[in-house]
């Protein structure tokens, strides 16, 4: 397998052909913020928290789906990179409904987290109070779109990992919204089977175990990749 | 079907012509309201008058002067008639008998129609699209002939390449170089052509599709023998039915007489062209999504890297073209590279097709010779705007930008319109006059963007709300100096961050109305007057009026 | 339609397009578009551009269907029904008026039209008079700007128009009562 060479934040590190700079970059415990990558699942760009510079291109180019090119120099954490990063942040909670305080995943939820590390201690944008409906009509889980960020985790799981594909999105624009089955009640989507993976793989609160209070939202996240790993690898690694 | 078949059908096509013709267009603007009864009638007092025998009657495509259809040419002399309604036939005919109709009658020396040079529209207005033995009659599928018996694929490459031709659909990659890295690639390979004309006041891919669509499918036909594809689809917009219906005729003649399918021209060349309908998405004009949306998915683009013609369709290299690159490439062919470069720029060669629109007298459909300025196109082509004054020229649609009257000696070529912050796109030009409010257009390219974004990625997603709402606010002079403040973060983030062209040009349009009429915008500021950025009290905490559409769920 | 009976439908439809039970023969027409592409999930586009036009609007029960025999998960394909604007899940009122909000058009006044026709039938773009006479719609660009504003009655474009000719011809749909 070819290996190159390249610099992230200054230090020279080694990949192999088959990684991204997001691979190569946790692997030297440099820390590339993301939501809508997931470990176990295909990655796809879209929350666009990756971005990285990279010397002698005017674009930047999210780290999950670039690979590494012999002697790129890749900058991660610049000024311009923190703002942005803060901004989008700061749009998802202006997108949706998001209230920490009395959301399951209080404490536990990935886009609280990154708040936090992307230094977000105010809302500058308008928020939007979108209408939006919450569905408890499956036995065992809920789904609260008020929380959803649209990062497609659940989706790419149902489809990938579980194969039946009860959950994909529906609507353009910022109309985009999570739907199961024929946009019926969860409860009536037939193909689901009640795995629940999908709720492993959300990083907010909009999935949930049913009977969870506020901040009781605990997920192993690192199920799924162990999930993949034993089926593709057919090595079991808990 | 060899070379002296093709000729022959040409031959006799020209030869069962009569004396005189009277064409009519029949493209989807002068179809409407007068013009669809205009052929029959024409036909009736033809009859009428005795003398359907010594002329022919038909329709064509679009000959340009949109604003003044519908239009009828009488062929050979050129003479041109204007706004002719279905009343009229008789006149016209009498006309041809002597008798002038000059109430109607059109100036063909305007400088709308002397400084076009017509490459891709050579046959528009001339041919009738539904007759394959026209277009043959006018060189038709000699280009193809010549490739397929004459050249390798690479000296076809070569010949593009040295030709300058740029991707006419508004990036203006080269071609040559586009096509040779698709050649390069093995295994399967796919073309499709980009007919996804979604830029709000552009259509110079459906005239061209509705007027000469054998053009464009033996454009095809040589990109698919030089890079090695035997299959392509043609993407056509869902809002051109007339486009479809033209496309789908001419496809059946093609197979019917071998220049589509197996064996073409009696090589090993195959190809097949099948057509594929958009579903009315904006975001479907960008490569990967238009990708998506021929494998039956939504339309959401895909991060490129890999581009399109290393993996593409089915993951095979696909080789993507617009519509207007296609028609120019067998014109290029025929008269040669040499021929072709020397006409445009230095950098920018060939012609382009503009659609010439809004305020302006004559609005349309022209094409020019790259370099010409823009200057010449709306004032003297154009006529200028009547009773008013020209105060700019929006190019490019929701990805470009106004350029202002005191720019107009700016020439038209993908550089010299990028150095003034907007860009050629894919050909829509419209022109504002002093009526017009810069931040009510910019707000309405975003509330275009806005609506047309695909969803994936957070910057366009929220982004573009986020910015429509803060130009509705200016507009409606509810904004204050931090707005604007905002407003300008907020398109740098959006240009920057964004996964695909549709989110990385929305924020354009609002970029060059701050550049050239910033006082638009400051002038409406509540806080316009105040030096320490201090909101007046009695409109601090002040509310926006602005109903923005909710981010609902419905059906 | 019962999934157990759709699905049987589907298995038995897959040699060759037979009559719909109840004897709709756009149900065969749907079919044979489908069986022309060959079944392949690809084509589901197509496909929905063909049930669009055979039934007007997209049912969740014609969608289903179409799943079934496209053997496509019946979430992606009510999420491509739903992403693309050409597609309605809504019945279309007996007429349409389809006002062009291109940019030429909208700079020679198409917003203003599509204000006071809104005004006049008392219903937003987008949505159907209650009686479901006419249905207001609005396009992103019909490719008509030479001779903008435009408007399409029911399919057939006409331009230079204004406030007052749309309304006219509105008023003339609704007096004739269809």
């Not at chain 1, 497609?152 to 919204?177: F, Q």
């Not at chain 1, 605990?218 to 090595?235: C, G, M, N, S, Y």
């Not at chain 3, 029960?61 to 309605?88: C, E, M, N, W």
Request: with cysteine; net charge neutral; proline share 4%.
């Amino acid at each position: 397998m070819a290996v190159s060479t390249l610099t992230i934040d200054g230090r020279e590190v080694s990949a192999h052909e088959e990684q991204t700079l997001l691979d190569v970059a946790r692997e030297n415990g440099i820390n590339i913020p993301t939501l809508c990558h997931l470990d176990g699942v295909g990655d796809i760009g879209a929350c666009r928290l990756c971005l990285v510079e990279i010397e002698g291109s005017p674009k930047l180019q999210a780290a999950c789906v670039t690979k590494p090119v012999e002697g790129m120099v890749v900058h991660t954490d610049t000024e311009r990179l923190r703002s942005y990063r803060r901004m989008i942040i700061e749009f998802l909670f202006a997108e949706g409904n998001h209230v920490c305080a009395v959301c399951v995943a209080n404490g536990n939820c990935e886009l609280q987290t990154m708040a936090i590390n992307v230094g977000m201690d105010h809302e500058r944008f308008d928020y939007l109070y979108p209408k939006r409906t919450v569905d408890i009509t499956h036995q065992l889980f809920g789904l609260d779109h008020n929380r959803c960020i649209m990062c497609t985790r659940c989706v790419r799981v149902c489809d990938e990992i579980e194969g039946s594909h009860t959950l994909d999105l529906a609507g353009r624009g910022n109309k985009s919204h999570v739907i199961t089955g024929m946009n019926q009640d969860w409860g009536d989507a037939e193909s689901c089977t009640s795995c629940g993976k999908c709720v492993l793989s959300c990083p907010t609160g909009a999935l949930f175990k049913k009977g969870s209070t506020v901040a009781e939202m605990k997920r192993d996240r690192t199920k799924l990749e162990f999930l993949v790993t034993a089926r593709e690898k057919k090595q079991w690694r808990l | 079907m060899d070379l002296s078949e093709l000729q022959a059908i040409a031959d006799k096509e020209i030869s069962s012509r009569k004396a005189i013709r009277v064409v009519c267009c029949q493209a989807a603007g002068c179809l409407s309201g007068e013009g669809k009864d205009l052929l029959a009638a024409l036909k009736a007092s033809a009859a009428k008058s005795g003398i359907s025998a010594d002329i022919q009657i038909c329709g064509t495509g679009c000959m340009g002067l949109c604003s003044r259809g519908p239009l009828v040419r009488i062929e050979p002399s050129g003479e041109m008639f204007e706004r002719v309604a279905s009343a009229d036939a008789d006149k016209i005919i009498g006309a041809l008998e002597g008798k002038p109709f000059d109430e109607k009658k059109s100036d063909t020396n305007q400088p709308f129609y002397t400084k076009q040079l017509k490459v891709v529209l050579a046959n528009s207005g001339k041919i009738d699209p539904d007759r394959i033995e026209e277009y043959i009659a006018e060189d038709g599928y000699k280009a193809l002939y010549q490739v397929l018996r004459e050249s390798t694929p690479q000296q076809v490459i070569e010949t593009i390449t040295k030709s300058g031709l740029r991707g006419r659909g508004g990036a203006g990659y080269p071609t040559g170089l586009k096509w040779a890295t698709v050649a390069k690639s093995s295994g399967k390979k796919y073309m499709i052509c980009n007919g996804d004309e979604g830029d709000p006041g552009a259509f110079m891919d459906r005239s061209v599709l509705e007027s000469d669509p054998h053009r464009v499918l033996e454009g095809m036909a040589i990109g698919a023998y030089a890079v090695g594809a035997d299959q392509g689809f043609i993407y056509v917009r869902g809002e051109y039915p007339l486009a479809i219906k033209r496309l789908q005729t001419a496809i059946k003649q093609a197979r019917f007489n071998g220049l589509l399918g197996t064996n073409i021209f009696d090589t090993n060349f195959n190809f097949r062209v099948d057509i594929r309908i958009g579903g009315g998405a904006f975001v479907c004009g960008e490569e990967t999504a238009l990708i998506a949306s021929v494998e039956g998915k939504r339309g959401v683009p895909r991060p490129r890297p890999p581009y399109p013609a290393m993996s593409g369709l089915w993951g095979c290299p696909t080789l993507i073209n617009n519509v207007e690159t296609y028609a120019s490439i067998s014109t290029i062919i025929r008269k040669g590279s040499d021929w072709y470069s020397g006409i445009g720029t230095e950098k920018s060669k060939g012609t382009k097709v503009f659609t010439l629109a809004g305020k302006c007298e004559n609005a349309g459909l022209i094409e020019v010779p790259m370099g010409t300025t823009l200057r010449t196109i709306v004032e003297e082509m154009g006529g200028g705007v009547p009773g008013g004054k020209v105060k700019a020229v929006q190019t490019g649609g929701p990805s470009g930008g106004c350029i202002p009257a005191s720019l107009l000696d700016t020439p038209v070529d993908y550089d010299s319109l990028a150095k003034v912050g907007s860009i050629m796109g894919s050909g829509g030009m419209i022109v504002l006059d002093e009526t017009d409010d810069c931040v009510d257009v910019a707000r309405f390219f975003m509330e275009f963007c806005m609506d047309e974004s695909c969803g994936k990625c957070v910057p366009c997603r929220v982004g573009t709300v986020q910015i429509y709402r803060l130009l509705s606010r200016i507009a409606e002079g509810q904004g204050t100096k931090k707005d604007l403040a905002k407003l300008r973060e907020l398109c740098d983030m959006v240009k920057t961050t964004s996964l695909c062209g549709l989110g990385q040009s929305a924020p354009n349009p609002v970029i060059s109305t701050l550049r050239y009429f910033e006082h638009e915008y400051t002038s409406r500021l509540i806080d316009k007057d105040s030096s320490n950025g201090s909101v007046p009290a009695d409109l601090r905490n002040h509310q926006s009026t602005v109903l923005v559409k909710e981010a609902s769920h419905g059906g | 339609m019962a999934i157990a009976e759709i699905r049987a439908d589907a298995q038995a439809g897959k040699s060759k397009p037979q009559a719909h039970p109840s004897g709709d023969n756009r149900y065969k027409l749907l079919e044979a578009t489908m069986k022309k592409y060959q079944y392949q999930p690809d084509a589901l586009i197509e496909v929905l551009h063909s049930a669009q036009q055979l039934f007007g609007f997209l049912e969740e029960d014609l969608l289903l269907l179409i799943a079934h025999k496209l053997q496509v998960p019946p979430s992606r394909v009510y999420g491509v029904a739903t992403f693309y604007h050409f597609f309605s899940l809504k019945p279309q009122g007996k007429h349409t008026c389809v006002i062009c909000l291109g940019t030429a058009c909208y700079v020679k006044g198409g917003a203003q039209i599509t204000k006071r026709l809104e005004d006049f039938v008392n219903v937003k773009a987008g949505e159907t008079t209650k009686d479901g006479a006419v249905s207001v719609l609005t396009a992103r660009c019909l490719g008509a700007c030479g001779i903008a504003p435009a408007v399409v009655y029911d399919g057939a474009v006409a331009g230079a128009q204004t406030a007052e000719s749309v309304i006219a011809h509105v008023k003339g749909w609704l007096d004739n009562g269809s």
